[in-house]
């Protein structure tokens, strides 16, 4: 898999924030937004466009649009918190939602909402999820989207860990991954680490 880390000190400047413990949920929302701008601009740098002329006030000039615009696919419910900046950048993408839990006996995830087009054959696909601990959850939800057809898979996430991207890779489907940087392990909560904390919980509040 191809692992893309957004090295910048605008980015770091977000992690950072996204990081401290003392950030509350706004500071901590309004940095998650700010950083997916600039991973959703750096995973979309080599899309297709499409040319088209235009006037400006002076002359004709060449004009581009996205040629093939993605998907947009926020796992429930930290990836909540990339949805709209990701639309932000991208105005003319759509938008499909999984809700992915773990089952208490398996511990295997599952799926409880899967909200997305039957057909994604030909389509590009951006999968927003903060954080790939295990990489248990992220790989459920690949396998949702290349189920109905989908060869075009990028993943878009703040935070990874060798373990999670390991087992993306091992699953033998082809997606890409843009991150703002790879931690060193998990502990024995499967919490990265140093990480930033639960995602969600530091989101929405609810510690
Ligand atoms: N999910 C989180 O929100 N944080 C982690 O550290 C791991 C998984």
Redesign the pocket.
């Known amino acids: 898999m191809d692992v893309k880390i957004v090295e910048h000190p605008l980015a770091a400047a977000r992690l950072t924030a996204m990081r401290d413990e003392r950030s509350d949920s706004p500071r901590f929302r309004a940095a998650l937004h700010e950083l997916t701008m600039m991973l959703v601009y750096e995973a979309t740098r080599g899309v297709a466009v499409t040319e088209y002329g235009i006037r400006t006030p002076v002359a004709a000039a060449t004009g581009y649009r996205l040629g093939n615009p993605p998907v947009l696919v926020p796992v429930l419910r930290?990836g909540l918190g990339m949805a709209d900046a990701a639309q932000a950048m991208i105005p003319d993408a759509s938008m499909g939602f999984v809700g992915l839990a773990r089952d208490e006996e398996t511990h295997e995830p599952y799926a409880y909402m899967e909200s997305l087009p039957d057909d994604l054959a030909g389509r590009h696909v951006i999968v927003l999820d903060?954080?790939?601990?295990?990489g248990g959850s992220l790989l459920r939800c690949c396998e949702m989207i290349a189920a109905r057809g989908c060869t075009d898979i990028d993943l878009v996430s703040v935070?990874c860990?060798p373990d999670g991207i390991a087992k993306l890779e091992s699953s033998g489907i082809a997606m890409r991954m843009t991150t703002a940087a790879v931690d060193p392990e998990?502990n024995d909560k499967?919490?990265?680490?140093p990480?930033?904390?639960?995602?969600?919980?530091?989101q929405f509040g609810a510690y």
């Open positions: 930290a903060p954080m790939v601990a295990t935070l860990a998990l499967a919490y990265i680490v990480g930033l904390g639960d995602a969600g919980d530091r």
